[in-house]
């Protein structure tokens, strides 16, 4: 392992309900020994992303009723294509060389938990996005 893989690794939150075991498949491995640290570590800047969308979309997101407000986390992560580019980004340049050949292997797979875990993250973090309206 190299330097950058190295510290790349030890900057990631350790996740004690990430249950691996002899049966555990590929997909879930890298999930848990990969995604979900990094999407933990990166989550300030995914905050911040997605109150910049807000802003850049004229605010229209605090005009929303709570079951809208997850529809457009969803559609913003889904449907706006550069917006979901700029969010993979942030993850992929986390990966250790050996992760991103092994993401390579089925990268549309690794793309869709990526972004699904992404959406339930910010959905549970509503509330934060409230109090930027008051700002």
Known sequence: MNDRE????????????????????LEERFQNTTLRPILKLQNPI???LFSHYIKKHKNKFYSLSLEKRFEYIEN???KDIKFRNTLKGVII????LEEYELYLLNSSSFNKRMMKMLVERL???IQIFESKALV
């Open 123 to 125: 959905k549970d973090q």
């Open 6 to 25: 190295i510290k790349i690794i030890s900057l990631r939150p350790q996740i004690s309900s990430a249950q691996i075991n002899a049966d555990t498949t």
């Open 46 to 48: 995914f905050i911040a």
């Open 76 to 78: 913003a992560i889904q």
């Open 93 to 96: 340049g986390l990966f250790t």
